[in-house]
């Protein structure tokens, strides 16, 4: 498996930005997909930004042109660049690792708070 631990988080003004950061161990690193989740209070937990082993993107509408996702293989770390932050961002961010092969594995972080708030 593969352990996951979010960093970054803080609070921010409308229109900041903040750079969240997830380092992982434990595994192969880039056998697995990678992908930042987000959850609001009194929201389900979706998803924000997801990149592949073979580093395809693929963004929530919601923060397309706003936020990036960018993987660093050798240093077994994923982020979340995310500029223009909104009110609506504010929620808990977690950093996501999955692989189907050998064997379905699925691994959470502890979650990261941004809020974003004037």
């Known amino acids: 498996q593969v352990q996951l631990v979010e960093s970054g988080g803080g609070l921010v003004q409308p229109g900041g930005s903040l750079r969240l950061a997830c380092a992982a161990s434990?595994?192969?690193?880039?056998?697995?997909?990678m992908g930042w989740y987000r959850q609001a209070p009194g929201k389900q937990r979706e998803l924000v930004a997801g990149i592949t082993t073979g580093a395809r993107i693929n963004y929530a509408d919601s923060v397309k042109g706003r936020f990036t996702i960018s993987r660093d293989n050798a240093k077994k770390e994923v982020y979340l660049q995310m500029n223009s932050l909104k009110p609506e961002d504010t929620a808990v961010y977690y950093c996501n690792a999955e692989r189907l092969y050998p064997r379905r594995v699925v691994s959470w972080g502890q979650g990261t708070q941004v809020t974003v708030s004037s």
């Open positions: 434990g595994s192969i690193f880039s056998s697995y997909d």
